[in-house]
């Protein structure tokens, strides 16, 4: 399983971002996917991810401002990301978890199996 991830730049408050994640060797209907992020000096955290029901699930923090959606023929998921603030400002990075096995309302990076290379988004004043 391979993901590469697309789309980081640097931008100004307020700004938008649209990120990309081309997967290879998965089957997005056996595993959860979903977007997750590492700020400096943080632990990574899950950003948007799809759960046990198919349901789209957001962090708190990007809820309303951020738009997860995946194209399952072409194996690529999107992260829309509008409305950008300084503590967006992290490595983003796109995962699977292992086949059989999904997220809940909640998607902790510890269960994650699979893992893009990340992609750099900077926001500033």
């Known amino acids: 399983v391979q993901f590469v991830e697309s789309g980081g730049d640097s931008v100004q408050i307020g700004g938008s971002l649209r990120l990309s994640c081309v997967g290879s060797?998965?089957?997005?209907?056996?595993?959860?996917v979903g977007w997750f992020r590492q700020a400096p000096g943080k632990e990574r955290e899950e950003v948007a991810w799809i759960d046990d029901y198919t349901r789209t699930r957001y962090a708190d923090s990007v809820k309303d401002r951020f738009t997860f959606s995946e194209d399952k023929a072409a194996k690529t998921l999107y992260l829309e990301m509008n409305n950008l603030q300084a503590e967006d400002t992290a490595i983003y990075y796109c995962g699977a978890t292992g086949p059989g096995t999904y997220c809940g309302s909640r998607c902790s990076p510890d269960i994650i199996k699979y893992w893009g290379q990340g992609t750099q988004v900077t926001v500033s004043s």
């Open positions: 060797r998965i089957s997005f209907s056996s595993s959860s």
